[in-house]
């Protein structure tokens, strides 16, 4: 009797040992090894197949390639993970962006899908200088975005502004296919928000967002920040408020999320305050979802909060002092 090896497993064995791989590129590299092996991992029944595809989503969310950090000489380093499989240099934007205009100065904006929006914050935005780009490093591919709707006659911004990545209609992204929410904080104060994406007849401009459908007039002098993106929506957390509010990637629709924190929020303006928005393994079963969590971070503590599926209603999960 000969020695028995990997192929002689049974298939459902198989599925286990290829559910431990934590990478994708590396499910990838295990469905080219045979035929076999494809089959387990793609094929065994259409319904079976996707199952299998689901519980190692489930099990291994996407993890982060790495982090961009701007140096003090202005140059936009990537910082890759710690995997092996990361090559840093292919996420490059400097060799992209006009290094020699010194009156131009770009930060990274905001990063979703693959694609980098890239901002200016210095130098004159008149003229054929675009304001925004959203830039694809691995393809090199790009789209200027230039026109926004709060300049003064110079050219100039007054206040702040924040913008953020957002899925095109179809729920997916690309170069040719994204939103760019733009909010506008001025300096008294006041906030106005308008999304630049493709119209029906494929044109791409800047429409103002109907304030009427926003909850952020409730707080209009707070600046925001991406707390994370899961099932469609855009998680923004508020920094002068201990509040999170979600923007439909597809209508646009601004809600708050109502949470049911503990923490005495009265005291956030001495409390350091932040939250993450993470999608969670939803158990070992392959059909059973991912869920969404929210963690809240409030000078010392921290709240751990869960979506319940089907009512879309937070609860509290766990609580560390």
């Given at each position: 009797?000969?020695?028995?090896?990997?192929?002689?497993?049974?298939?459902?064995?198989?599925?286990?040992?290829?559910?431990?791989?934590?990478?994708?590129?590396?499910?990838?590299?295990?469905?080219?090894?045979?035929?076999?092996?494809?089959?387990?991992?793609?094929?065994?029944?259409?319904?079976?197949?996707?199952?299998?595809?689901?519980?190692?989503?489930?099990?291994?969310?996407?993890?982060?390639?790495?982090?961009?950090?701007?140096?003090?000489?202005?140059?936009?380093?990537?910082?890759?993970?710690?995997?092996?499989?990361?090559?840093?240099?292919?996420?490059?934007?400097?060799?992209?962006?006009?290094?020699?205009?010194?009156?131009?100065?770009?930060?990274?904006?905001?990063?979703?899908?693959?694609?980098?929006?890239?901002?200016?914050?210095?130098?004159?935005?008149?003229?054929?200088?675009?304001?925004?780009?959203?830039?694809?490093?691995?393809?090199?591919?790009?789209r200027s975005i230039s026109g926004l709707p709060t300049r003064n006659e110079q050219g100039f911004s007054y206040g702040t502004r924040e913008v953020f990545l957002l899925d095109g209609?179809?729920?997916?992204?690309?170069?040719?296919?994204?939103?760019?929410?733009?909010?506008?904080?001025?300096?008294?104060?006041?906030?106005?928000?308008?999304?630049?994406?493709?119209?029906?007849?494929?044109?791409?401009?800047?429409?103002?967002?109907?304030?009427?459908?926003?909850?952020?007039?409730?707080?209009?002098?707070?600046?925001?920040?991406?707390?994370?993106?899961?099932?469609?929506?855009?998680?923004?957390?508020?920094?002068?408020?201990?509040?999170?509010?979600?923007?439909?990637?597809?209508?646009?629709?601004?809600?708050?999320?109502?949470?049911?924190?503990?923490?005495?929020?009265?005291?956030?303006?001495?409390?350091?305050?932040?939250?993450?928005?993470?999608?969670?393994?939803?158990?070992?079963?392959?059909?059973?979802?991912?869920?969404?969590?929210?963690?809240?971070?409030?000078?010392?503590?921290?709240?751990?909060?869960?979506?319940?599926?089907?009512?879309?209603?937070?609860?509290?999960?766990?609580?560390?002092?």
């Amino acid at each position: 009797m000969g020695a028995s090896t990997i192929h002689d497993l049974p298939d459902d064995s198989l599925r286990w040992i290829l559910l431990r791989l934590d990478s994708s590129l590396w499910l990838i590299r295990a469905a080219c090894v045979c035929k076999r092996w494809r089959r387990v991992v793609t094929d065994g029944g259409a319904d079976e197949g996707r199952a299998f595809l689901r519980l190692a989503s489930s099990l291994h969310p996407p993890t982060v390639v790495g982090q961009y950090h701007i140096h003090t000489s202005g140059d936009h380093r990537f910082v890759p993970s710690s995997s092996p499989i990361i090559d840093g240099s292919r996420f490059s934007v400097d060799d992209f962006l006009d290094k020699d205009n010194q009156y131009l100065r770009w930060h990274v904006a905001d990063c979703h899908g693959g694609l980098v929006l890239l901002s200016m914050t210095y130098g004159p935005c008149a003229g054929s200088v675009p304001n925004l780009i959203v830039y694809d490093p691995l393809t090199r591919k790009h789209r200027s975005i230039s026109g926004l709707p709060t300049r003064n006659e110079q050219g100039f911004s007054y206040g702040t502004r924040e913008v953020f990545l957002l899925d095109g209609d179809d729920g997916r992204i690309s170069v040719s296919n994204f939103k760019v929410l733009h909010r506008h904080l001025t300096v008294a104060r006041a906030a106005t928000s308008c999304v630049f994406s493709r119209g029906n007849a494929g044109e791409w401009g800047w429409r103002l967002l109907s304030r009427r459908l926003s909850d952020e007039d409730l707080y209009p002098c707070c600046s925001l920040y991406a707390a994370g993106r899961v099932d469609g929506s855009l998680y923004l957390g508020l920094l002068e408020s201990s509040r999170i509010i979600a923007i439909d990637s597809t209508s646009l629709v601004f809600s708050m999320v109502d949470l049911p924190t503990r923490v005495d929020t009265s005291l956030f303006r001495r409390r350091s305050s932040s939250f993450t928005v993470v999608h969670g393994a939803g158990g070992l079963g392959p059909t059973l979802p991912q869920r969404a969590s929210i963690v809240h971070v409030c000078g010392e503590k921290l709240e751990l909060f869960r979506r319940v599926q089907g009512s879309g209603e937070w609860v509290l999960e766990h609580i560390i002092p």
